[in-house]
T-cell receptor, first 116, second 108 residues
Framework: EAGVAQSPRYKIIEKRQSVAFWCNPISGHATLYWYQQILGQGPKLLIQFQNNGVVDDSQLPKDRFSAERLKGVDSTLKIQPAKLEDSAVYLC??????????????FGEGSRLTVL | GEDVEQSLFLSVREGDSSVINCTYTDSSSTYLYWYKQEPGAGLQLLTYIFSNMDMKQDQRLTVLLNKKDKHLSLRIADTQTGDSAIYFCYMGRRALTFGSGTRLQVQP
């Protein structure tokens, strides 16, 4: 079974530039999450999708961050314009709605963003 | 306070046992999970426990759950250098609830 795919793995940009990250979840997983992990901290949920609808985006800085999952499969997270404090690893995860262990998350390798 | 709290750092010698502790506030989860994060990688599921169990053993791993005190622990027997990583407890019901994780350092 293929895992969660993310790209790019690494991105370096200057502040005020824009960046986009892509995620393809495990086939059949209805729920998709984007997390921000700042160095030395645990993952913080930015947005949760169920199919192509948003379940929770309460911690997404909507003035600069946006995310979409148009067809209920892959997803894009965009930052525009980027700030220095956006330097972090952006993790995508997916899960089944129900099944053996509901709520179990499957993570991608992450996209590391450095803002200069 | 935070939804999930863990001590930040644990150092053990190779071959010793490691115990990583987690306290939580939300007791509504059916399953409670332990995830492992190696440097430069995403989180991987390590083990889990069903909420109506007190203990689960899985090879070198033992998970203990004290629901009264809302305390979850992970014991790693015969700790190896490959166990060096950050360990997160996770309450399956609320995707928000990752703590800061415990960094386990294993000294040869």
């Amino acid at each position: 079974e293929a895992g969660v795919a993310q790209s790019p793995r690494y991105k370096i940009i200057e502040k005020r530039q824009s960046v986009a990250f892509w995620c393809n979840p495990i086939s059949g997983h209805a729920t998709l999450y984007w997390y921000q992990q700042i160095l030395g901290q645990g993952p913080k949920l930015l947005i949760q999708f169920q199919n192509n609808g948003v379940v929770d985006d309460s911690q997404l800085p909507k003035d600069r961050f946006s995310a979409e999952r148009l067809k209920g499969v892959d997803s894009t997270l965009k930052i525009q314009p980027a700030k220095l404090e956006d330097s972090a690893v952006y993790l995508c995860a997916s899960s089944l709605l129900s099944g053996r262990r509901p709520g179990e998350l499957f993570f991608g390798e992450g996209s590391r963003l450095t803002v200069l | 306070g935070e939804d999930v709290e863990q001590s930040l750092f644990l150092s053990v010698r190779e071959g010793d046992s490691s115990v990583i502790n987690c306290t939580y506030t939300d007791s509504s989860s059916t399953y409670l999970y332990w995830y492992k994060q190696e440097p430069g990688a995403g989180l991987q599921l390590l083990t889990y426990i069903f909420s109506n169990m007190d203990m689960k053993q899985d090879q070198r791993l033992t998970v203990l759950l004290n629901k009264k005190d809302k305390h979850l622990s992970l014991r790693i027997a015969d700790t190896q250098t490959g166990d060096s990583a950050i360990y997160f407890c996770y309450m399956g019901r609320r995707a928000l609830t990752f703590g800061s994780g415990t960094r386990l350092q294993v000294q040869p």
